[in-house]
């Protein structure tokens, strides 16, 4: 059965493959091209906070603190200019994955609303030391300055198109991963301890165990998701690690779909080209996205995606009413302390 | 000596007038108002508007927590009351929605620069000499004043009738509603009295400070640690916590500049792990 997953996950990712890389030679736009390229970046990171919050049911505020760690490790690292860009993206998610260990072990020992402050606290406290410390991270200003990008493997970061190819690649890749992670029985596992971790308790398994390690699962992945978009820009912002930007991953999440493991891509997608739109035209980018949260919340309040499939599975069973997916909505009592 | 324990009194009172809000909006409505901050930040303005047209601080502050209060029972019975069935991810989201808003109509208004409202001409007087260390009057006043607002919101919660419906609320609402008490309008009333309160809290703080859309966040992230370290749901619990994160911000920022932001962080990081309901926290509760 294993064997099974793991040929139809490698199937669906040779499928992006053909797809991602026929991409260019239809639209020849560099424009649409940085285009895609941020929302696979902005995709991958979303989809990584989604194994904690759609899966897992830990709803983190913090997670743009390894999107962050992820960015500016990889940018010291290059900077120095005594590492080859994998070995320095290896040491950078590693690095994150530690960071988030030790936070994942603090953050575990409290629950809910308790959990999502103490995970946004954590990373206000990181935001602010990435100001403060100047000589290490240039404070406010950023890890500007650049780095060399040595050739490895063939390939050339400095070629606009080799660059596309390699981020599109690693995000892909990446997404397998964690699409093959959420089919394991691992990934079951996460989803058992979201709706009843008593039960996973009287199962005799460790519920913190599963929660710490899909915690440093999801920081691993968005520090992937930090490299590349530092290796993109060739730089590092303090905002990277802003609670925005994790405010932002969540939008994005509910935008898309919370029950489908695509659903954040698709979020990412919206959201990035409203926000290329919109900033095109007004300053006042928040005023635009904050009106649309609002409209989501009292109107929508489900994902994209998670309509479609909804849609389409009340198709196939041939019923009217659509099909009612994982129950997200609950009722206050059963989240709250 | 004696400035930074003063200092540190002023921030823990301003801190303990918005965390009290919070606080309370929480315990009774079990909804984290996230866009607490943004109303502090709006009394502030509002607090900078009366005082610019009318020239009187009084008028001024009371204007701003009317109004921030007027303000907050719109949000309640708009917003808040439909998504009170709903998960704490979608009043989230809400609440990040609405800060987004709130922060760029501020910078509509007011440009995105820093304004300086001024010290009120009635306070502009020589610092007094207490015990050898020069205090201004205002801070004197501001301690004042929030020990008297702390004062009457406890008074208000413990002794009168309104305070045992919303402590009743708080325990058990389907309850309080069977009892025949009109829990929508008990809930309209504390989230004004939540708003009100950090909409003061920001007139207060209005000429000591200065004010810039997104000054809300960073209250909002203090406030939470507040009533975090303190319990959430607890106003004396929240007291207790405003004056620790003051002690620690006011000394931390002599002794250890670069890492006063990492003190209190880490002081509720501390608390939560040895406590994870917070200094007076109710564990009974889960």
């Known amino acids: 059965m294993n064997n099974r997953l793991l040929s139809s996950t490698s199937l669906w990712v040779i499928v992006a493959f053909i797809i991602v890389a026929g991409l260019p030679s239809v639209i020849a736009s560099q424009m649409v091209l940085d285009l895609i390229i941020h929302i696979a970046i902005f995709g991958l990171f979303a989809i990584s906070v989604n194994l904690l919050i759609g899966y897992t049911g830990l709803i983190s505020f913090g997670h ?18 005594m590492w080859s860009i994998p070995a320095a993206m290896a040491m950078a998610v590693l690095s994150s994955a530690l960071l988030a260990l030790i936070v994942g072990l603090i953050c575990t020992k409290t629950k809910e609303i308790y959990f999502t402050f103490l995970t946004l606290a954590i990373q206000m406290m990181f935001y602010s030391t990435i100001l403060s410390w100047q000589t290490l991270t240039g404070g406010d200003q950023g890890l500007t300055g650049g780095f060399k990008k040595p050739i490895f493997l063939g390939i050339d970061l400095a070629n606009t198109h080799h660059v596309y190819y390699f981020i599109a690649g690693v995000v892909i890749v990446s997404l397998g991963l964690l699409w093959h992670i959420t089919k394991s029985p691992f990934g ?32 691993a992945f968005a520090s992937v998701a930090g490299v590349l978009m530092s290796l993109y820009v060739s730089a590092a912002y303090p905002n990277f690690g802003y609670w925005t930007m994790s405010g932002e991953a969540i939008f ?86 | 000596m004696m400035t930074q324990g003063l200092n540190a009194f002023v921030i823990g009172m301003l801190l303990f007038l918005v965390a009290s809000g919070l606080t309370l909006i929480f315990g009774v409505l079990k909804v984290v108002n996230f866009t607490h901050g943004s109303l502090y930040m709006m009394g502030a303005y509002l607090a900078y508007y009366i005082y610019g047209i009318t020239d009187s601080y009084v008028l001024a502050v009371i204007i701003a927590s009317a109004g921030i209060a007027v303000f907050g029972v719109f949000l309640e019975r708009i917003f808040f009351r ?13 609440c990040y929605g ?56 406890w008074m208000l919660i413990v002794k009168t009738s309104f305070g045992s419906k919303v402590r009743a609320a708080a325990t058990n609402t389907s309850m309080t509603g069977a009892l025949g008490i009109n829990t929508s309008l008990l809930y309209a009333g504390v989230f004004a009295l ?45 007291l207790v916590a405003a004056i620790l994160i003051g002690v620690c911000r006011s000394f931390g920022s002599v002794g250890f500049p670069m890492f006063t932001e990492i003190g209190v962080f880490a002081l509720m990081a501390v608390v939560l792990v040895l406590r994870p309901d917070g200094l007076f926290g109710k564990g009974a509760q889960r």
């Not at chain 2, 439909?82 to 809400?94: A, C, D, T």
């Open chain 1, 64 to 81: 743009a603190m390894f999107y962050a760690s992820g960015a500016y490790a990889f940018g010291l690292l290059m900077q120095t200019g």
């Open chain 1, 188 to 219: 079951y596992a996460l989803r058992m301890v979201r709706d009843n971790a008593a039960r996973v308790e009287f199962l005799g398994m460790n519920v913190r165990g599963y929660r710490v390690a899909a915690f440093v699962i999801a920081a």
């Open chain 1, 252 to 337: 994005m999440i509910m935008l898309g779909g919370v029950n489908t493991f695509l659903g954040p891509l698709v979020g990412a997608t919206m959201l990035t080209l409203l926000n290329h739109y919109v900033t095109a035209h007004t300053k006042y980018y928040g005023l635009v996205l904050g009106t649309i949260i609002l409209l989501y919340v009292l109107l929508l309040r489900k994902g994209l995606l998670d309509i479609v499939v909804e849609r389409f599975i009340a198709f196939r069973l041939g019923r009217t009413k659509p099909a009612q997916l994982v129950k997200f909505d609950n009722p206050v009592e059963s989240r709250l302390p």
């Open chain 2, 82 to 94: 439909r998504l009170y069935q709903s998960n704490f991810l979608m009043q989230l989201l809400m």
């Open chain 2, 98 to 153: 609405w800060i987004l808003v709130l922060d760029d109509l501020v910078q509509l208004m007011f440009g995105a620069e820093f304004q300086s409202m001024g010290m009120p001409s009635f306070f502009a007087t020589a610092p007094l000499m207490i015990a050898g260390a020069p205090i201004p009057l205002f801070y004197i006043f501001l301690i004042g004043i929030s020990f008297l607002v702390a004062l009457a919101v």
């Open chain 2, 194 to 238: 939540g708003a009100g309160l950090a909409g003061l809290a920001g007139a207060l703080a209005a000429p000591v400070r200065s004010l810039v859309p997104g000054m809300g966040f960073s209250i909002l992230i203090e406030s939470f640690i507040v009533t975090v370290i303190g319990g959430m749901g607890s106003i004396g619990g929240a």
